[in-house]
């Protein structure tokens, strides 16, 4: 009997120790996957940025020739952020008009490479619009009105080049030469937006309360950096998906429109910047657009849009 527990127990033994090996291993591959995506360890890239930014997150609701417009106040923001060749994190703080009503606002974005794989995310949640339609001159803000919105792109790049979502990260270390990209992959889209129709402003012809939807997409992409020498960089970024949407969308009989499961998406970012030994400036323009029936006669429009104006200053000196 001896021999075989002696035998239990070194086969236990090897097997505990076979588990935290490849443990060990899934823990040294996750650390090197993070690192090699998120940390720069060239202290030459690292910078300070002060920026000022334009951001809107509006949508539109398009019925028999009728458009009501959803629109947030207090569009215009600063704040500060630091950066490096692999990721940029800007914290903004909104400027707000004492003589309009404030939109509160969540906003979040990111975006990375690792080697053939690009991932682009967003998740935005403002609750206070202004309402207005085309055929009333009425603007009117609602405090109620709530949208909640994410979205994931992928993209997986099929020649040999870094896809272009920021000319920016490209070209902060070092020069870079004029080059290209394109990829194919897929996206996918939530949207939840609620309180939109209320006895103070009759405007949706639809009397739509909530829209709700989870959608999924095929997806392609284009990006392009151009050099013009003396450190002058432009990027342009086009992605342009269809898919489908499970939508629920409640009016105030508490029915469903029939609706097509059609959804697309449009995503454009512009970047100019102008790289120096010390320092910088970087202009972007970003939109996205997302599309998709409410019913027989309806569309719903979104649009989210963003400028900035960005200067920074290197931390250290080569």
Same mark, same amino acid.
């Given at each position: 009997?001896? =021999?075989?527990?002696?035998?239990?127990?070194?086969?236990?033994?090897?097997? $505990?120790?076979?588990?935290?090996?490849?443990?060990?291993?899934?823990?040294?591959?996750?650390?090197?996957?993070?690192?090699?995506?998120?940390?720069?360890?060239?202290?030459?890239?690292?910078?300070?940025?002060?920026?000022?930014?334009?951001?809107?997150?509006?949508?539109?609701?398009?019925?028999?020739?009728?458009?009501?417009?959803?629109?947030?106040?207090?569009? !215009?923001?600063?704040?500060?952020?630091?950066?490096?060749?692999?990721?940029?994190?800007?914290?903004?703080?909104?400027?707000?008009?004492?003589? @309009? /009503?404030?939109?509160? $606002?969540?906003?979040?974005?990111?975006?990375?490479?690792?080697?053939?794989?690009?991932?682009?995310?967003?998740?935005?949640?403002? $609750? #206070?619009?202004?309402?207005?339609?085309?055929?009333?001159?009425?603007?009117?803000?609602? /405090?109620?009105?709530?949208?909640?919105?994410?979205?994931?792109?992928?993209?997986?790049?099929?020649?040999?080049?870094?896809?272009?979502?920021?000319?920016?990260?490209?070209?902060?270390?070092?020069?870079? =030469?004029?080059?290209?990209?394109?990829?194919?992959? #897929?996206?996918?889209?939530?949207?939840?937006?609620?309180?939109?129709?209320?006895?103070?402003?009759?405007?949706?012809?639809?009397? !739509? @309360? /909530?829209?709700?939807?989870?959608?999924?997409?095929?997806?392609?992409?284009?990006?392009?950096?151009?050099?013009?020498?003396?450190?002058?960089?432009?990027?342009?970024?086009?992605?342009?998906?269809?898919?489908?949407?499970?939508?629920?969308?409640?009016?105030?009989?508490?029915?469903?429109? $029939?609706?097509?499961?059609?959804?697309?998406?449009?995503?454009?970012?512009?970047?100019?910047?102008?790289?120096?030994?010390?320092?910088?400036?970087?202009?972007?323009?970003?939109?996205?657009?997302?599309?998709?029936?409410?019913?027989?006669?309806?569309?719903?429009?979104?649009?989210?849009?963003?400028?900035?104006?960005?200067?920074?200053?290197?931390?250290?000196?080569?």
């Amino acid at each position: 009997m001896r =021999p075989k527990l002696l035998l239990i127990f070194l086969l236990a033994l090897s097997l $505990k120790a076979q588990s935290q090996n490849e443990k060990q291993k899934d823990t040294i591959i996750v650390n090197r996957f993070i690192d090699s995506l998120l940390i720069d360890r060239n202290k030459y890239n690292w910078s300070l940025r002060a920026f000022t930014s334009i951001r809107e997150h509006r949508f539109f609701i398009n019925d028999n020739n009728q458009s009501t417009k959803y629109i947030p106040n207090n569009p !215009l923001g600063v704040g500060l952020g630091f950066a490096s060749k692999k990721v940029i994190v800007d914290i903004a703080f909104n400027i707000k008009n004492d003589k @309009e /009503e404030p939109t509160s $606002k969540f906003n979040l974005k990111a975006s990375f490479q690792n080697k053939k794989h690009f991932i682009d995310f967003f998740l935005h949640h403002y $609750k #206070g619009f202004n309402v207005s339609n085309d055929a009333q001159e009425v603007n009117v803000f609602n /405090e109620d009105i709530t949208s909640l919105s994410s979205g994931l792109n992928y993209l997986y790049i099929i020649n040999n080049s870094r896809f272009h979502d920021n000319a920016f990260r490209s070209v902060i270390a070092h020069q870079s =030469p004029s080059s290209y990209s394109f990829g194919i992959g #897929g996206f996918g889209y939530f949207i939840r937006q609620s309180h939109l129709y209320s006895n103070s402003i009759p405007l949706n012809m639809l009397s !739509l @309360e /909530e829209v709700r939807g989870n959608g999924a997409g095929l997806l392609l992409g284009s990006s392009g950096l151009l050099s013009f020498g003396s450190g002058m960089y432009a990027s342009l970024n086009i992605q342009a998906g269809a898919g489908f949407i499970d939508k629920r969308i409640t009016d105030l009989n508490n029915t469903t429109p $029939k609706t097509d499961k059609w959804l697309f998406q449009l995503r454009s970012h512009l970047n100019i910047a102008y790289v120096k030994e010390q320092y910088y400036l970087n202009l972007s323009f970003n939109l996205r657009h997302y599309q998709t029936d409410l019913s027989e006669d309806a569309i719903h429009k979104m649009y989210i849009t963003n400028a900035k104006l960005a200067f920074g200053y290197k931390m250290f000196r080569r």
